[in-house]
Antibody
């Protein structure tokens, strides 16, 4: 069965970086784009970008350009999302989600990783 | 960026009720519209993709319709497990954007 398992919660200081991992199983990792979406406490969903695990190509939301980097390691079926220059506004649950077959819907999601930015 | 506006923002209903949630896009998105359900402390779950296609495993009481700028999610007969927050998402252009959510509560 399809599974996306993310790394554990992180606490970071303002100005630091965080790197979240997302290990995929149950499907061909290189065959599906992987998206990253975040959700601040009590708030809605915000899209950060995607990575094509086959080619390594990425597309980021303009808001995060220059601060976000998405990478992958196909040998271990894992995608990564690194966010730099963290501020308190980056405190959120970060999700990876697989791009499904129906026009970039997100058909499977990781369990989420809470990133807390606090001095 | 394409703005997605859901209405209502919250809704109280009873088990067995028929419920409709609306999502409006700030420009035409064809049928690149998806619906998700989120329960507290859980990741969102895909219900409907491409405006009207039911995701595998999702009960048939959920349905979606619309194209262009106006879309609806309908739950034909509410069940206790349906009380949650619902989000629409446009995947027509980057950045993909979500509606603000509709909280469905028990009356």
């Amino acid at each position: 069965q399809v599974q996306l398992v993310q790394s554990g919660a992180e606490v970071k200081k303002p100005g630091a970086s965080v790197k979240v991992s997302c290990k995929a199983s149950g499907f061909t990792f290189s065959g599906y784009y992987m998206h990253w979406v975040r959700q601040a406490p009590g708030q809605g969903l915000e899209w950060l970008g995607w990575i094509n695990p086959n080619s390594g190509d990425t597309k980021y939301a303009q808001k995060f350009q220059g601060r976000v980097t998405m990478t992958r390691d196909t040998s271990i079926s894992t995608a990564y999302m690194e966010l730099s220059r963290l501020t308190s506004d980056d405190t959120a649950v970060y999700y990876c989600a697989r791009d499904g077959t129906g026009g970039s819907c997100l058909d499977y999601w990781g369990q989420g990783t809470l990133v807390t930015v606090s001095s | 960026d394409i703005q997605m506006t859901q209405s209502p923002s919250s809704l109280s209903a009873s088990v067995g009720d028929r419920v409709t949630i609306t999502c409006r896009a700030s420009q035409s998105i064809s049928n690149f519209l998806n619906w998700y359900q989120q329960k507290p402390g859980k990741a969102p779950k895909l219900l409907i993709y491409a405006a009207s296609s039911l995701q595998s495993g999702v009960p048939s009481r959920f349905s979606g319709s619309g194209s262009g700028t106006d879309f609806t999610l309908t739950i034909s007969s509410l069940q206790p497990e349906d009380f949650a927050i619902y989000y629409c998402q446009q995947s027509y252009s980057i950045p993909s954007t979500f509606g603000q959510g509709t909280k469905l509560e028990i009356k």
